[in-house]
């Protein structure tokens, strides 16, 4: 039923098609060959159809625009309702959403920058890179004077953590440069 449905509100709006890889008796995606990150979620709830959007995975936002239509209307009338109802705050949130992804791979790629310098001034390699939930981190071991752990912060700083025996000529030098 949702099928057919889906394929109805696909017709009446331009440019859309039902995405045949994400097409289930009870969820269907709607999406637009030219712009592959805008895409309709259509699924049945509590004898309704559902209509949500389609959302970078880390930036989704906290109330992503959602409207519900009767499962009785026709293709048309469901599509002017997502056209006029729907696809103004969503196209206004996916915009804020990709810039706010976009913001975030900028300054992934900055903190990686970051962590190849500081594994270049070490001479050692980096221990693991930034990613998306993923901090990145240079932990580089010495023989004879310890351990320094090295981590790029979102705020553009970086945290240094520093583990060494020594006598207290090491410890007056950790001393001097903390002061």
Same mark, same amino acid.
């Not at 008796?25 to 004898?47: C, F, M, Q, T």
């Not at 159809?49 to 109330?63: L, N």
């Not at 009767?70 to 915009?95: C, H, N, Q, V």
């Not at 900055?110 to 998306?132: I, S, W």
């Given at each position: 039923m949702l *099928?057919?449905?889906?394929?109805e509100i696909a017709a009446a709006l =331009?440019?859309?098609?039902?995405?045949?890889?994400c097409a289930y #008796?009870?969820?269907?995606?709607?999406?637009r060959p030219d712009l592959p990150e805008?895409?309709?979620?259509l699924r049945v709830y509590n004898g309704r159809i559902s209509i949500?959007?389609?959302? #970078?995975?880390?930036?989704? #936002?906290? *109330?992503?625009?959602?409207?519900?239509v009767s499962r009785e209307r026709d293709g048309a009338a469901i599509a002017a309702d997502i056209k006029r109802r729907f696809l103004p705050d969503y196209i206004t949130a996916l915009s804020q959403a990709l810039r706010e992804e976009r913001q975030a791979q900028e300054q992934i790629v900055q903190q990686n920058a970051q962590l190849d310098t500081l594994a270049e001034g070490l001479g050692c390699a980096v221990t *693991?890179?930034? =990613?998306?939930?993923? *901090?990145?981190? /240079? /932990?580089?071991y010495t023989r004879d004077k310890g351990r320094i752990k090295?981590?790029?912060?979102?705020?553009g700083q970086i945290e240094v953590e520093?583990?060494?025996?020594?006598?207290? =000529?090491?410890?007056? =030098?950790?001393?001097?440069?903390?002061?």
């Amino acid at each position: 039923m949702l *099928q057919a449905k889906a394929q109805e509100i696909a017709a009446a709006l =331009e440019h859309w098609q039902v995405d045949p890889d994400c097409a289930y #008796p009870a969820l269907v995606h709607l999406k637009r060959p030219d712009l592959p990150e805008v895409g309709i979620r259509l699924r049945v709830y509590n004898g309704r159809i559902s209509i949500t959007g389609k959302f #970078p995975p880390y930036s989704v #936002p906290a *109330q992503p625009p959602r409207i519900t239509v009767s499962r009785e209307r026709d293709g048309a009338a469901i599509a002017a309702d997502i056209k006029r109802r729907f696809l103004p705050d969503y196209i206004t949130a996916l915009s804020q959403a990709l810039r706010e992804e976009r913001q975030a791979q900028e300054q992934i790629v900055q903190q990686n920058a970051q962590l190849d310098t500081l594994a270049e001034g070490l001479g050692c390699a980096v221990t *693991q890179y930034v =990613e998306r939930n993923c *901090q990145g981190s /240079i /932990i580089h071991y010495t023989r004879d004077k310890g351990r320094i752990k090295l981590r790029p912060m979102y705020n553009g700083q970086i945290e240094v953590e520093i583990r060494a025996t020594g006598g207290l =000529e090491l410890a007056l =030098e950790f001393c001097a440069l903390m002061r």
